[in-house]
T-cell receptor, first 118, second 114 residues
Framework: DAGVTQSPTHLIKTRGQQVTLRCSPKSGHDTVSWYQQALGQGPQFIFQYYEEEERQRGNFPDRFSGHQFPNYSSELNVNALLLGDSALYLC?????????????????FGEGSRLTVL | AQSVTQLGSHVSVSEGALVLLRCNYSSSVPPYLFWYVQYPNQGLQLLLKYTSAATLVKGINGFEAEFKKSETSFHLTKPSAHMSDAAEYFCAVMASSNTGKLIFGQGTTLQVKP
């Protein structure tokens, strides 16, 4: 059973460019979240997608956008890159565990895409 | 709102010694709590989770954590450290209201000395 897969693993961009990162969730999972992890920091929540819609968003500017496809895979797009966007971008997927009301399912993380902005 | 504080950005122990990584949380609703481990150049791996069942939670690789509501703590322990435990450890909280959004602490780097 493949876990969460992300591509590319590493990439280098220059300021002002745009980048697209891709994520395939764990089999059976329908919810995808994206996190940004700056060097030496804990991951910060960017947004979450479910049923092809953005359901929640963290404190990130509109330069950060995303998409979820019918097969539950997802993309993260960042426009007008800044030096401060350099980070490890993590994708996490979640299924449903527990009863009809409470989801106790955990998030499974991919290995991330490391973005360097020069 | 939820938040997590990990006390101690670096912890160093000798091989075979007790590992104690501290985590305190703040949550306005009943929380779910998690510990993740991150090895260099890798993603996050779940060690254990608390979701309002037993307060003492056992995880993988011999780790365990105890949820103490009165102290708003969820400290991670392991009786005997192994060299392979050297990594970055993150405590995280999620609102039990089904949001799926994790709030992470800043992380604790565990060093294990031979």
């Amino acid at each position: 059973d493949a876990g969460v897969t992300q591509s590319p693993t590493h990439l280098i961009k220059t300021r002002g460019q745009q980048v697209t990162l891709r994520c395939s969730p764990k089999s059976g999972h329908d919810t995808v979240s994206w996190y940004q992890q700056a060097l030496g920091q804990g991951p910060q929540f960017i947004f979450q997608y479910y049923e092809e819609e953005e359901r929640q968003r963290g404190n990130f500017p509109d330069r950060f956008s995303g998409h979820q496809f019918p097969n539950y895979s997802s993309e993260l797009n960042v426009n007008a890159l800044l030096l401060g966007d350099s980070a490890l971008y993590l994708c996490a997927s979640r299924g449903f565990e527990g009863d009809s009301i409470t989801n106790t399912g955990e998030l499974f993380f991919g290995e991330g895409s490391r973005l360097t902005v020069l | 709102a939820q938040s997590v504080t990990q006390l101690g950005s670096h912890v160093s122990v000798s091989e075979g010694a007790l590992v104690l990584l501290r985590c305190n949380y703040s949550s306005s609703v009943p929380p779910y709590l998690f510990w993740y481990v991150q090895y260099p150049n890798q993603g996050l791996q779940l060690l254990l989770k608390y979701t309002s069942a037993a307060t003492l939670v056992k995880g993988i690789n011999g780790f365990e954590a105890e949820f103490k509501k009165s102290e708003t703590s969820f400290h991670l322990t392991k009786p005997s450290a192994h060299m392979s435990d050297a990594a970055e450890y993150f405590c995280a909280v999620m609102a039990s209201s089904n949001t799926g959004k994790l709030i992470f602490g800043q992380g604790t780097t565990l060093q294990v000395k031979p």
